[in-house]
């Protein structure tokens, strides 16, 4: 459904993405897991094009786009098919939570009014937000305020989901509620990218863990083989650090 091929990005000198492949199948939930600077969340814009990628090929359904010759065309159709959740919720503060919502439909899909606060409406119900149609950003949670960016993401009915460390800003008791939204949405059978430290949300929701480091895929394989019985050093000293207590078994 989802493949890449080859894909390289600097920012100066600085090499971020040193010839990153990934392949992802309708209805897979790919979790990647690694330090700060490994690549992680520029591997996700890439895909989005909200940064562009010096080198290598997407295909995405029945397009196939090479990042060197990239036209506005391609990028039109790219995002129709992806939605991204962002770490920091980027919510309109001036737009209540189903304007929110209905701003990509209305402005980039050009979706009739009516017809896209029915959307809305639908989608910020299945969050559990449905008495906060009317709530603007600064009268939510911050964990309210990620379910109105992943209700956002789904208004949108995309191909895949990318979902950029979507709990890493919240407070440690808001963390569950966005995570039970998420393996929601896995369980609808919506094909995610998941960026995150959650470690428990990697092993029951994903079906396959990659690990990046220094801008390469390390290592990959199911949450059983990853944290069981990861093959590469790098994979297992960053698990351990991260999981001490668990000893590379959940």
């Not at 309109?92 to 979706?111: C, H, P, S, Y």
């Not at 009014?113 to 008495?131: P, R, T």
């Not at 950003?137 to 964990?143: A, F």
């Amino acid at each position: 459904m989802i493949e890449i091929r080859s894909i390289y990005k600097k920012f100066g000198k600085n090499e971020i993405l040193k010839g990153v492949d990934l392949k992802v199948e309708k209805g897979e939930v790919i979790v990647i897991l690694g330090p700060s600077g490994s690549g992680k969340t520029t591997l996700l814009r890439c895909i989005n094009f909200l940064e562009k990628a010096d080198d290598g090929e997407l295909i995405i359904g029945e397009d196939k786009i090479h990042f060197q010759h990239v036209t506005k065309k391609d990028i039109f159709n790219v995002r129709k098919k992806t939605a991204m959740v962002f770490q920091n919720y980027n919510l309109f503060n001036n737009k209540t939570a189903i304007e929110n919502v209905m701003e990509g439909l209305v402005i980039a899909r050009k979706v009739p009014k009516k017809e896209a606060e029915q959307i809305s409406k639908k989608v910020l119900d299945k969050v559990g937000l449905s008495d906060k149609y009317d709530f603007y950003p600064c009268q939510l949670s911050g964990g309210q305020q990620q379910r109105v960016g992943i209700a956002r993401a789904l208004a949108l009915n995309p191909e895949v989901i990318l979902f950029d460390e979507p709990t890493s800003a919240l407070d440690p008791e808001l963390v569950g509620d966005v995570l039970e939204v998420m393996k929601k949405v896995a369980e609808e059978g919506i094909t995610m990218i998941v960026v995150t430290h959650e470690m428990s949300f990697a092993y029951d929701i994903a079906t396959r863990v990659i690990f990046m480091e220094g801008g390469v895929v390390v290592e990959e394989g199911t949450p059983k083989e990853i944290f069981t019985n990861a093959k590469e050093e790098r994979t297992r000293t960053f698990l351990k650090r991260i999981v001490p207590e668990w000893s590379y078994t959940i």
